[in-house]
């Protein structure tokens, strides 16, 4: 895709969403919908015009990823990795940035490999990264692998046998990975965010990257992992619109008790759901955008300051904390908006919205599946900290096991959501 060409063929788009509903219904996995995309240049949308790609900044992509994801919200999520890789690579060494860089603009993708379902202390993780005759070799189990089923490479968090983590970037097809696709959750079926497993695989020196804690880096990415889960819910929400609408315009049955007997399309009271869900959802992605601007100007801040410099010291600018505290504001309010808009889709056509066919449910389940990646009430709590005390928020890097509280006989054990 040329600078020149930055927005989705509307041609493709439509073929995407014609098919979401059979995929849905025999949980048909959309490898040629994204074997498409990515001949299309998409996964290379965020790559800077200096490396030769269109260099789309932060809300033109989230435009193209609301459109995505009200085609198929599925194939717009499995992205997610991809992009936050892509994100993440700006601030690396100019010999890894342009490795990478050409890697992604061949068409190339890089799928997600960061959460262990459990058994890991929160801040810790059971997957090593171990060097071995000048080799560095990767071994370890994820969950929660979105998109890496459909990827030429993933990426995974690791630690260090000399303590800290650091990121091994590996090949799907490489000796020592195995896929699995076993992501039973009742939204958002046909991510691949299942498990895969490493045995000694092979990380070569360009797959290796460091990450500086509380730089600039994991800062942006925290907060673009996050926005990026907004757009595609955006997206349910306008897919939920456009078919609640779809189906009302075309309805012949009536009810005694409608008030008249009218078509649904001209009854006052149904008008007024199908406006309230889209008012909803014109909210929800004004948001969104908003959110959108903020991290494009956050960035930009910390750039202009020299933050991806690997020899940046100091304090980064305060600009670059907006990023986090709009997205964790949006947080609170854009899932409970788009899951309204999906649970009024069934207010609109009665009992017959239900049958399985219509997959309607789907708008639903994903809306909720998406929302509950992490627990939106620490969203909240951060932001009230924050209005109160000026303690910035800090963005989701770890997940894990916590540890027994100081009370006798408690103990609590921590999410095993997705990373970020």
């Not at 493709?12 to 849905?24: F, K, M, Q, T, Y």
């Not at 000796?175 to 965010?193: A, E, K, M, S, Y």
């Not at 940046?312 to 947080?331: C, M, N, T």
């Not at 027994?404 to 997705?418: A, I, N, R, W, Y």
């Amino acid at each position: 895709m040329s600078s020149e060409k930055t927005q989705l063929p509307e041609e493709l788009l439509e073929e995407i969403a014609a098919g979401a509903v059979h995929r849905e219904l025999e949980r048909e996995l959309p490898f040629e919908p994204i074997e498409k995309l990515d001949a299309a240049g998409f996964g290379a949308l965020r790559v800077p015009a200096e490396y030769g790609g269109p260099g789309l900044n932060i809300e033109q992509l989230v435009a193209q990823l609301i459109r995505l994801a009200e085609a198929d919200s599925n194939v717009a999520h499995l992205y997610r990795g991809h992009f936050g890789f892509v994100e993440a690579i700006r601030f690396q060494p100019e010999e890894v940035r342009a490795h990478w860089y050409s890697q992604v603009l061949a068409g190339k993708t890089v799928g997600n490999a960061s959460t262990e379902k459990g058994g890991n202390a929160l801040g810790e993780l059971n997957t090593v990264l171990t060097e071995e005759d000048g080799k560095s070799l990767l071994t370890g189990e994820k969950f929660y692998c979105t998109g890496t089923i459909f990827s030429d490479f993933t990426r995974v968090s690791a630690s260090r046998a000399e303590g800290g983590r650091k990121f091994a970037v590996v090949a799907v097809d490489a000796p020592g990975v195995t896929v699995h696709d076993d992501w039973d959750g009742f939204g958002q079926r046909l991510t691949g965010t299942g498990t895969t497993e490493f045995d000694r695989v092979e990380v070569a020196p360009h797959g290796v990257l460091d990450r500086v804690v509380g730089g600039h880096e994991a800062v942006h990415e925290a907060a673009f992992f996050q926005l990026y889960l907004l757009a595609a819910q955006v997206g349910v929400a306008k897919a939920a619109v456009r078919d609640a609408a779809a189906l009302v315009a075309k309805r012949k049955r009536t009810f005694n008790t409608s008030g008249g007997g009218q078509l649904f399309k001209d009854d006052p009271l149904i008008q007024q759901i199908i406006g309230t869900m889209s008012a909803k959802t014109f909210a929800a992605e004004a948001t969104v955008l908003e959110v959108a601007r903020i991290q494009d100007r956050a960035l930009a801040a910390g750039l202009a300051a020299g933050t991806d410099r690997r020899d940046f010291s100091g304090d980064l600018p305060e600009e670059v904390y907006d990023a986090e505290i709009a997205v964790e504001r949006a947080h609170v309010s854009v899932p409970e908006l788009v899951i309204g808009v999906t649970q009024e889709l069934f207010q609109t056509v009665g009992a017959s919205a239900t049958m399985r066919p219509k997959a309607l449910d789907r708008h639903w389940r994903n809306a909720q599946t998406i929302a509950t990646h992490n627990p939106i009430v620490f969203r909240a709590r951060s932001i009230g900290d924050y209005e109160i005390n000026g303690t910035l928020p800090e963005g989701l890097n770890a997940i894990g096991d916590a540890q027994k509280t100081d009370t006798p006989g408690t103990e609590v054990q921590g999410t095993t959501e997705e990373k970020n």
